[in-house]
């Protein structure tokens, strides 16, 4: 079958995105202002490439919501369906604020990290050891009993106990940047890209309070260690998740290596089943995400944040390359034989296409995981 010359269009003058579209042969759309439909491929903010709500698992207090809900509805089964241990103690600001001063008194020597529940790149992040360190927040005020907390603006925080032990290599925090693609939520099916990377801090980790408000120490946002003095242009911080996963298999040995890579793929599975029954599902859309997972210093995994653009700004020629066969793969999902597929077409995808395997179909599952006891599926995999 000859692959049609499709046309293009998008928001975004990205590489990684703009030369996959030519090596396809695809044309850029010519449309004038009133010809709004010249396009078949729209990479946009909104269209093809989102869910309209994309944001209820992709906006910090939006995704503890959920996940919080989702935990209630699933302690009421009977049988145990998911396991929720992978988000830190968490509260949003500012309605859960008096639930937070609580824990903060049941645990005066906890860490909390401080996140604006809307900004991505490590705007805005602070750690905080005393309440009085929220004034940091601009023009909130904090009464003198710690009763009452006053955002000048309307925008929400998360506040999450922060994890002091994360696993270190060669002394330096990172966390994994990973990539799943969802192209449907009802039924849901779920891909997971085999490559990815670690983002490294600059600095030696250290529990040092002196050094709380250096985040080149604690944020891995390659928008905040690129700043460094330590900065290596030559591999921008990032290390691939295939090198990460032979350390920690030569470390720690398979069996380890094998548990924290099911823990993480139920971190995946399970945050998106707690936004199932919310998103408005499109059969024109996809979405592809960016998970941040830390590692501790036992190997469990935590969930950081889930971000719906995941950066495609490339920082090296290994991660361009990363990013344009990612890019290149996600079409290969999303218009098999650059064709829009039909519902006959999409059931008789194959579970592996380029670098992308498929984690998990509702529609394989005879339980859909309402009733079966959580393991390790094989059908995910």
């Known amino acids: 079958m000859q692959n049609k010359k499709l046309k293009w269009k998008s928001d975004f003058e990205k590489s990684v995105i703009i030369e996959n579209f030519v090596n396809r042969g695809w044309i850029k759309s010519q449309e004038k202002e009133e010809e709004q439909t010249d396009w078949n491929v729209y990479w946009a903010t909104q269209i093809i490439n989102h869910f309209p709500n994309h944001y209820e698992l992709t906006r910090k207090d939006c995704m503890v919501k959920n996940l919080k809900r989702f935990k209630r509805e699933q302690d009421k089964e009977v049988l145990e369906t998911f396991n929720f241990d992978f988000l830190p103690t968490t509260y949003i600001f500012p309605g859960e604020y008096s639930l937070f001063v609580e824990e903060f008194h049941r645990n005066p020597n906890q860490t909390w990290i401080v996140k604006p529940a809307a900004r991505s790149q490590g705007k805005g992040i602070f750690l905080l050891r005393k309440i009085q360190q929220l004034k940091k927040i601009s023009g909130t005020t904090v009464t003198s009993n710690m009763t009452q907390l006053n955002l000048a603006s309307k925008e929400n925080y998360v506040v999450s106990r922060y994890i002091d032990n994360p696993l270190l290599i060669g002394g330096k925090k990172f966390d994994l940047r990973m990539y799943v693609l969802v192209t449907n939520y009802k039924p849901l099916k779920v891909w997971i890209y085999n ?11 250290t529990t040092d309070v002196a050094e ?3 985040m080149f120490v604690h944020l891995t946002n390659v928008a905040i260690q690129q700043y460094s003095d330590k900065y290596s242009q ?7 998740i295939d090198a990460l996963k032979l350390y920690v298999e030569s470390a720690y040995g398979t069996d380890a290596l094998n548990k924290m890579m099911d823990d993480i793929h139920n971190i995946m599975l399970t ?7 919310v998103i ?6 996809f979405e592809m995400y960016g998970y941040d ?9 935590w969930l950081i944040e889930i ?9 090296t020629p290994v991660d361009k390359n ?13 218009l098999p034989n650059d064709d829009f597929p039909d519902n006959d077409q999409k059931q008789q995808q194959p579970t592996k296409v380029g670098g992308f395997t498929l984690l998990y179909d509702e529609n394989l599952d005879p339980n859909n995981r309402k009733t079966q006891k959580r393991q390790s599926v094989k059908i995910w995999k």
């Open 234 to 240: 030559k591999h921008g911080g990032k290390y691939s």
């Open 322 to 334: 990363l990013k344009m066969n990612l890019i290149n793969d996600v079409y290969n999902i999303v």
């Open 293 to 301: 997972i830390l590692l501790d210093s036992n190997l469990k995994p």
């Open 271 to 277: 945050s998106l089943k707690s936004v199932q029954a």
């Open 307 to 315: 971000n719906a653009s995941p950066s495609l700004t490339t920082t």
């Open 195 to 205: 490559k990815g990377f670690g983002r490294f801090c600059n600095e030696q980790y």
């Open 212 to 214: 709380i408000e250096n």
């Open 280 to 285: 408005q599902n499109d059969k024109h859309c």
